[in-house]
Structures are given as structure tokens and as C-alpha cells.
């Protein structure tokens, strides 16, 4: 990743005003998520998919280990590997088969976790909780130096 953009979310509503402000930019891809338990990437991931069009509840996917969501004819993929032991059973669970839908966009919590059964990323998001927990420390990286322009923009300029 070559350009990165760092900034605090001090409420959900900062998150779900970042979540809004990705979605208007990002279509397709791989968006790797990462932070600790309770850090906010699953409040991200809903808040993302509802701007993009998404009616109704978004879960985590923590047992199912992916939920899949058409939006707008669009196909996305919502990838929880939090309680994924070996990165093979992603090979077991057919992977490649979502791996392969053309112009897809697909969310990884816990990419870690993933080994090399998972593609790189194109965004790398990384949430952070403060020390009181009430904030958010976020690094978005990426390799699209007109995307960091456009968050730069506006997330400093909010």
C-alpha cells in the first residue's frame, strides 16, 4: 500500500459517515478490515452496505464464516474469519467459487486469519479503539493515490 489517510471517529455517527463516504467511491475489490474485538468493523461493514442500497439486517458472518449480499444487481461478499483455525478451510468452504464472481466487492474481517487462501487487498482499513474505548483511531492504505485525495478532502474537511 502506498498512500494512507488517518483520522478518529469519536462516534458511530463518524462511522457511519466514513461508511458513506467509501461506498460513494468503492464498488469492487478487496477491503481488508482490521482492529480488535469490538472495534467497529462490522458497524462499518452494515453502515457500508446500506448506502450501497442494502435492505434490512447486516450480521456478522462470525460462525457462518461469509454473507452474501446482492445489492443493486451487485454481489457482494462479507467475509468473517475470526474463528477460522486453518486458512484450508477456506479451500473446504469453495472460496475460489466466490473468489471468481466477476466485479464482486469483498469485506474481510480478520484477514490475518486468512493466510494466502484470500487475494491482497486494495484497501486496507484498520481500526483502532482508544484507550477510553469511546473513540476510533482509523488508517485507511491504499494503492489509489485519487482515493486518498478524496477522503483527505473530505474527512478534514467534516
Known amino acids: ?5 488517518k483520522f478518529n471517529l469519536n462516534h458511530e455517527q463518524d462511522t457511519q459517515q466514513f461508511a458513506q463516504l467509501l461506498s460513494q467511491h468503492v464498488h469492487s475489490g478487496i477491503i481488508y478490515l482490521i ?48 474463528r477460522l483455525d486453518d486458512p484450508y ?14 466485479g464482486a466487492l469483498f469485506l474481510f474481517e480478520w484477514p490475518s486469519k486468512g493466510g494466502d487462501e484470500i487475494p ?14 469511546l473513540t476510533r483511531s482509523v488508517t485507511l ?4 493515490e485519487s482515493l486518498i485525495q478524496v477522503l483527505q478532502e473530505q474527512l478534514n474537511g467534516a
Open 1 to 5: 500500500m502506498s498512500y494512507s489517510v
Open 35 to 82: 482492529g480488535d474485538l469490538g472495534a467497529g468493523k462490522t458497524t462499518f461493514t452494515r453502515y457500508f452496505l446500506q448506502n450501497l442500497g442494502h435492505q434490512g439486517a447486516v450480521k456478522s458472518p462470525t460462525y457462518t464464516l461469509v454473507e452474501p449480499y446482492i445489492i443493486q444487481g451487485k454481489e457482494i461478499f462479507h467475509f468473517d474469519l475470526y
Open 89 to 102: 478451510e477456506l479451500e473446504l468452504m469453495g472460496i475460489r467459487d466466490y473468489l471468481e464472481t466477476p
Open 120 to 133: 491482497k487487498p486494495d484497501i486496507v482499513i484498520d481500526i483502532q479503539k482508544s484507550e477510553d474505548e
Open 141 to 144: 492504505s491504499t494503492e489509489s
